[in-house]
């Protein structure tokens, strides 16, 4: 028996989240104690929810009648780019704080980049729930551009932000320069995500829905394999190095302390 694209595409993607959703919970529940959080809880929400979004498919590909099924699977596979920009917003707060924390403009563009990407989910959770309704079209259409152009204005923020910091690296901590770097590096890949979702909501959201190329759930399956799931999951994968690398990092600097503590207890 022939297996459609869509249903293809969620197995791929059941099959690669299945083993990264227990690393991401690992890593956040290790790095815990740290903060900023924001760093490590969103990539464990985001593995979750790209699983379930996988499993979902599967059986909405065998049900498609069901609105209920529709609506939760269209909404589980349009939330990709807040758990991630809610994950690089955390690196960047990371860095600033503990290079630039005096400043107060700092912490209130930091709140105010978290304010907005809690707005746009928002956004994006009120237009699921009015897909598959022919009447609540131009709503749905209208709340989901509007929570894309916030998103486009937070990518944008941290983009400009991981630029400045780049450009600026003699004045940070060469324990986070790496941090810098490559959430500098994750911004491209977050591009080509958010530039699917653009494209998706200005073509695909409404009536077009369900001939749309763009739509994740009725379109096409390519497209938003490679433009929507690969960049996502190399994003991912960025991600947990870092969290990676943080526990690693983390756990050095305990070491050294104990034992300074220990030489200084040893000398007095």
Same mark, same amino acid.
């Given at each position: 028996?022939?297996?459609? #694209?869509?249903?293809?595409?969620?197995?791929?993607?059941? !099959?690669?989240? +299945?083993?990264?959703? #227990?690393?991401?919970?690992?890593?956040?529940?290790? /790095?815990?104690?740290?903060?900023?959080?924001?760093?490590?809880?969103?990539?464990?929400?985001?593995?979750?929810? @790209?699983?379930?979004?996988?499993?979902?498919?599967?059986? =909405?590909q &065998?049900?498609?009648?069901? @609105?209920?099924l529709i609506?939760?699977?269209?909404?589980?596979? /349009?939330?990709?780019?807040?758990?991630?920009?809610?994950?690089?917003?955390?690196?960047?707060?990371?860095?600033?704080? /503990?290079n630039?924390? $005096?400043?107060?403009?700092?912490?209130?563009?930091?709140?105010?980049l978290?304010?907005?990407?809690?707005?746009? !989910?928002?956004?994006?959770?009120?237009?699921?729930?009015?897909?598959? &309704?022919?009447e609540?079209?131009n709503? &749905?259409?209208?709340?989901?551009?509007? +929570?894309?152009?916030?998103f486009?204005?937070?990518? +944008?923020?941290?983009?400009?932000?991981?630029?400045?910091?780049?450009?600026?690296?003699?004045?940070?901590?060469p324990?986070?320069?790496?941090?810098?770097?490559?959430?500098?590096?994750?911004?491209? #890949?977050? *591009?080509?995500?958010? +530039?699917?979702?653009?494209?998706?909501?200005?073509?695909?959201?409404?009536?077009?829905?369900?001939?749309?190329?763009?739509? #994740?759930?009725?379109?096409?399956?390519?497209?938003?394999?490679?433009?929507g799931?690969?960049? =996502?999951?190399i994003v991912? *994968?960025?991600?947990? *190095?870092?969290?990676?690398?943080?526990?690693?990092?983390?756990?050095?600097? =305990?070491?050294?302390?104990?034992?300074?503590?220990?030489?200084?207890? $040893?000398?007095?």
């Amino acid at each position: 028996m022939a297996v459609n #694209p869509h249903t293809a595409a969620a197995i791929a993607q059941v !099959a690669a989240y +299945a083993p990264m959703a #227990p690393i991401t919970t690992y890593l956040m529940i290790r /790095n815990w104690r740290w903060r900023p959080r924001t760093a490590w809880y969103p990539p464990a929400a985001f593995s979750a929810i @790209r699983l379930a979004g996988g499993v979902l498919t599967i059986i =909405e590909q &065998q049900n498609q009648s069901n @609105r209920t099924l529709i609506i939760t699977t269209i909404v589980l596979l /349009n939330i990709g780019l807040i758990p991630l920009l809610l994950t690089l917003l955390g690196y960047a707060r990371l860095v600033l704080e /503990n290079n630039f924390g $005096d400043y107060k403009r700092v912490k209130l563009f930091l709140l105010t980049l978290k304010i907005s990407l809690l707005a746009a !989910a928002g956004l994006l959770g009120a237009a699921g729930g009015y897909a598959g &309704q022919p009447e609540s079209a131009n709503l &749905q259409s209208t709340l989901s551009k509007a +929570a894309y152009a916030l998103f486009s204005l937070v990518l +944008a923020a941290l983009i400009a932000s991981f630029i400045g910091l780049s450009l600026n690296q003699r004045g940070i901590n060469p324990a986070h320069r790496l941090y810098v770097t490559w959430g500098l590096v994750s911004t491209l #890949p977050l *591009c080509v995500r958010a +530039a699917y979702g653009i494209i998706g909501v200005a073509v695909a959201s409404g009536t077009n829905m369900l001939t749309s190329t763009w739509s #994740p759930l009725f379109g096409s399956a390519t497209a938003f394999g490679l433009m929507g799931l690969l960049p =996502e999951y190399i994003v991912l *994968c960025i991600y947990v *190095c870092l969290s990676t690398h943080h526990l690693r990092a983390a756990k050095r600097e =305990e070491v050294v302390e104990r034992r300074t503590k220990h030489r200084s207890s $040893d000398v007095s």
